[in-house]
Antibody, heavy 119, light 106 residues
Framework: QITLKESGPTLVKPTQTLTLTCTFSGFSLSTSGVGVGWIRQPPGKALEWLAL???????RYSPSLKSRLTITKDTSKNQVVLTMTNMDPVDTATYYC???????????WGQGTMVTVSS | DIQMTQSPSSLSASVGDRVTITCRAS??????LNWYQQKPGKAPKLLIY???SLQSGVPSRFSGSGSGTDFTLTISSLQPEDFATYYCQQSYRSRTFGQGTKLEIK
């Protein structure tokens, strides 16, 4: 059974850097074709894709947020880490990690973690 | 960037109705289009991938069609559990979600 779970701070101050960790089980990020992505959703708003990392360390970023994002993987720990710099109140959202499957669609999602940006 | 536009933004319908939601891409994305259902407080659930392939475990009343720039999600006979928000998402270049369609009970 594949599971993913997000963890990180619930509250960050403006201008700080956010670090989120996705801990997964049931698959390995060293297996060919496997990836993990991050998606966020501000309260009452639409989903927004942020970043993806693949088994071969290929990394993809949202063009609009690329300058602020870094995605890395730790295969031995079964973790993917997303950092977002210069946080702003508009970055307040639920952050999800998810695994892409057939059609490169996100078929397995974590439960999400709510991050509030406020001083 | 590829923009995804869903219509309508909201929709009222009754149990048993046939419902269609449309998603339009700002450029051709072949069949790299996925549909998700999201209920309040829950993570999205994948319904359709590659425009028309039904995800395992999803009821057959859900179907998807289209290619290029125009896509549709159809629910053939609405059930009470189908009232939710639906999102399209392209995976042709980078990834982009539509703005969502909220399906409400009439």
């Amino acid at each position: 059974q594949i599971t993913l779970k997000e963890s990180g701070p619930t509250l960050v101050k403006p201008t700080q850097t956010l670090t989120l960790t996705c801990t997964f089980s049931g698959f390995s990020l060293s297996t060919s074709g496997v990836g993990v992505g991050w998606i966020r959703q501000p309260p009452g708003k639409a989903l927004e894709w942020l970043a993806l990392i693949y088994w071969n360390d290929d990394k993809r970023y949202s063009p609009s947020l690329k300058s602020r994002l870094t995605i890395t993987k730790d295969t031995s720990k079964n973790q993917v880490v997303l950092t977002m710099t210069n946080m702003d109140p508009v970055d307040t959202a639920t952050y999800y990690c998810a695994q892409p499957g057939r059609g490169d669609a996100f078929d397995i999602w974590g439960q999400g973690t709510m991050v509030t940006v406020s001083s | 960037d590829i923009q995804m536009t869903q219509s309508p933004s909201s929709l009222s319908a009754s149990v048993g109705d046939r419902v269609t939601i449309t998603c339009r891409a700002s450029q051709s994305i072949s069949s790299y289009l996925n549909w998700y259902q999201q209920k309040p407080g829950k993570a999205p659930k994948l319904l359709i991938y590659a425009a028309s392939s039904l995800q395992s475990g999803v009821p057959s009343r859900f179907s998807g069609s289209g290619s290029g720039t125009d896509f549709t999600l159809t629910i053939s006979s609405l059930q009470p559990e189908d009232f939710a928000t639906y999102y399209c998402q392209q995976s042709y270049r980078s990834r982009t979600f539509g703005q969502g369609t909220k399906l409400e009970i009439k």
